[in-house]
């Protein structure tokens, strides 16, 4: 026997009793045994995450972030120097705790090295936040195109095909 008593907003009483007849000597139905296949989950680049408590109520997963994974994606607020003045000095600052270099400009690509001589617009001087790439990718296009040699860390440039025109 089952008894529910209990009180609403308004001003009444409820109480309910639901009843079962279940005989006191009944079998309980069987249950069946069924094999279970254990699931098969993907290999994962890093599965040897575990979660730090780093508080009474929050935890953290040790593992490396999105910037630690890829080095250009890390975000950056910069205010440039005033001593910087090219193009070119402000790559290099960008770059100089990225872990990557710029590579020079070969001789077959004037366009790039008369590009990185020219002084540094002054809305550049203040950038982000935003991420390195990005801020790269604002000092050279849309007039060259930004490339990036994950093994060597290097950042290269290439003249964009649209304002190439005769030169290739």
Request: some cysteine; proline content about 8%.
């Amino acid at each position: 026997m089952l008894g529910i008593t209990g009180c609403t907003t308004i001003t009444g009483k409820i109480s309910k009793i639901a009843t079962h007849d279940i005989p006191v000597n009944s079998e309980l139905p069987s249950i069946k045994e069924t094999a279970v296949e254990p699931v098969k989950k993907e290999p994962q680049l890093l599965s040897h995450t575990t979660d730090i408590q780093t508080s009474r109520y929050s935890t953290i997963q040790a593992k490396p972030t999105q910037p630690q994974r890829q080095l250009l994606q890390v975000m950056i607020s910069v205010t440039i120097p005033d001593d910087i003045t090219t193009i070119d000095q402000t790559i290099h600052y960008l770059l100089k705790r990225s872990g990557y270099q710029l590579v020079q400009p070969q001789v077959d690509q004037p366009e790039l090295t008369a590009f990185f001589y020219k002084r540094l617009p002054e809305v550049h001087r203040r950038m982000g936040p935003m991420t390195l790439e990005d801020a790269l990718t604002i000092l050279t296009a849309p007039a060259f195109t930004l490339h990036e040699d994950p093994i060597q860390r290097l950042i290269s440039c290439d003249l964009d095909i649209r304002y190439a025109g005769d030169r290739l």
